[in-house]
C-alpha cells in the first residue's frame, strides 16, 4: 500500500475480485464487499490521499486529472496517431520516445496492430492453461490454475498505467512462473491422453 502505486492498488483489487468471482466462494465475495464499505476507515489516509489524489488535486488535464493519469491518457491519444499513419506493423522499437507508460499503446505504437494482436493471443493463451487447470484438476494444480488465472487479470488492469511487460522485475519471475505452469498444464494433458488411450484399449 506504501509504494503508492496507483495502477498497482487496481491491479491488486482486480486480483481479489477475480478470485472471489473464479473461486466462487461465498465468504470471500463477502469479505471483499466489507473490506469495500469499510475501507474509507480501515485504510491509511495517506493511501486514501494518493488514490483520489487524480481528482482533487492538480487537475491540469481534462479538467479531474493530475498530469501522471494526463499522460496515460496521452499515451492512447499518442498511439491513436500511430495507428492511422502505421497501422499495421507501427512505428519500430523506441517509436514512442522516451517514457510512455502503458503496455497497450506502447504495443500499437511500436509494433501496430499485428504486434498488438499476437500479444493478445499470448495472453489468451495463458488464459488457457490456468483455466484448463483449474476445471480439469482436483489436486493442488488446481489451486495453481486459479492463481496463474487472477496474477494475469491483475497484470492485464496494471498494464494499462505501466509497460508491465517491459519491466524486469516483473517480467522475469512472471515468465519464468508462467513457464512452470505451462510444464504442468502439458503433464496434465499427456496425463489424460494416456488415460484415454488405456481406456480404448481396455
Known sequence: MFSFARSA????LGIVVALAIVSRKKWLIAT??????LSPFILPKAVIERT???????NRYYGFMDQSLGERFFAFKKAWGYVKAYPIFGGGI???GGVLDSQYARNI?????IGLSLFFWLIIRLFK??????NESTDWVKGIGVGFLVVVIGLLIH?????TFYIVRIAEPFWALAALVAYLFLYNQSKQSNKEISLRQS
Open 32 to 37: 471483499l464487499i466489507i473490506f469495500a464499505v
Open 9 to 12: 492498488y487496481y491491479a491488486t
Open 129 to 134: 492453461m490456468g483455466i484448463t487447470l483449474f
Open 109 to 113: 505504437i511500436e509494433t501496430g496492430l
Open 52 to 58: 483520489l489524489y487524480n481528482f482533487l488535486v492538480d
Open 159 to 163: 498494464s494499462f498505467g505501466n509497460i
Open 94 to 96: 523506441t517509436a514512442a
